[in-house]
């Protein structure tokens, strides 16, 4: 039997509609500018943001990086969330490999950013200081439970970051989750900001590869740091295909995955030793704490979890991160959860 993969939302493989779209996609090199197929899925995606234009990178973390390399000087800063992925999660890219200064300040348990602490950690005009030029925002937020961002708090940090002259890049790897959830367009929830990534293998089961959007001006640019950085690829459009067929097909349908998120929360938050973080899960994330009194820490309930045959991530001491996705229907969710059960309380 294959296990049962909740480890996160990039472990999809692609559709059978997506694999046709990829055997059958006009392609040509993208680095001349010449691939029909990915030109499209850059049009289609900006129109879908909002945008001007748009640029297909491989990843979501080198769209990040391009994101902050495109707005930020070297020696300038950005400010973001301390628990963002950026600062954490893209192995210190944005320091290592453009010189920019990250100004990391609490999230809140949300995933927002206080707006006077923002405020806040605007430098002044000293010499002494980095230049704020960007504030970075991520929606959903990943380690604060896939909590999607409201528009109205998106555009109160555009206006924030508008009056200091800087700009608002917000990380949507999951940004169509936040849309579902809150029953907005994606088009709203990017419309503050001056760039915005999503992945197309998060959630949306594509196989890789994410998109930057942005003016015109900006994504020229950006083009040419994708290129310094090695994600100039040539015959992409076989990729690339997968995402269109991802944005026409996935979208709608990852409400089922924050309606079985939220199965799996009722049928374990019960459970003896168990502390959810949100229940309801606000998107398709259940994280939840495991207690002391259990006697084990969060790695070696992965290691029970997965000789029961499900895979999850420790994400700290004590802290388990589930993820529903399109290869996850009811009846693993309620294996999952069996498996839980059994794990907390039956032998190792």
Request: proline share 6%; aromatic share 4%; glycine share 12%.
């Amino acid at each position: 039997m294959n296990p049962i993969d909740l480890r996160s939302d990039t472990v999809t493989v692609p559709t059978p509609a997506m694999r046709e779209a990829m055997a059958r996609a006009a392609v040509g090199d993208d680095v001349f500018g010449e691939d029909p197929t990915v030109r499209d899925l850059e049009e289609l995606s900006a129109r879908r943001l909002g945008k001007e234009a748009a640029l297909f990178l491989p990843s979501g973390t080198m769209g990040n990086l391009v994101a902050v390399l495109a707005h930020c000087g070297r020696g300038d800063e950005v400010i973001l969330g301390d628990q963002s992925h950026t600062f954490l999660s893209e192995a210190g890219g944005v320091a290592a490999l453009g010189g920019v200064h990250p100004r990391p300040i609490p999230n809140a348990r949300d995933g927002t950013l206080s707006l006077a602490e923002l405020e806040s950690a605007v430098r002044p005009d000293d010499p002494h200081y980095p230049i704020s030029r960007l504030i970075c925002l991520e929606n959903t937020h990943n380690l604060c439970g896939g909590v999607p961002l409201a528009p109205t708090y998106v555009d109160e940090v555009g206006d924030l970051a508008g009056r200091f002259g800087m700009g608002l890049h917000i990380d949507g790897a999951r940004i169509f989750h936040a849309s579902i959830a809150l029953g907005v367009p994606a088009e709203r929830l990017a419309a503050a900001a001056d760039s915005i990534t999503f992945c197309i293998s998060k959630g949306l089961c594509a196989p890789v590869g994410s998109v930057l959007c942005g003016t015109g001006d900006f994504i020229a640019h950006a083009r040419r740091i994708r290129k310094q950085l090695g994600g100039g690829m040539r015959q992409a459009g076989i990729i690339a295909a997968a995402g269109i067929v991802a944005l026409d097909t996935m979208v709608d349908r990852l409400a089922e995955d924050h309606r079985r998120a939220s199965m799996l929360a009722g049928l374990i938050g019960g459970l003896p030793g168990v502390s959810l973080d949100w229940n309801p899960p606000p998107t398709n994330m259940v994280y939840f704490h495991l207690q002391p009194e259990l006697g084990f820490d969060a790695k070696e309930f992965a290691d029970r979890m997965q000789a029961r045959g499900v895979r999850l991530l420790a994400e700290g001491p004590r802290r388990v991160r589930m993820v529903l996705h399109y290869w996850i229907g009811d009846a693993e969710v309620v294996q999952a959860a069996k498996a839980t059960g059994e794990s907390l309380t039956g032998p190792s």
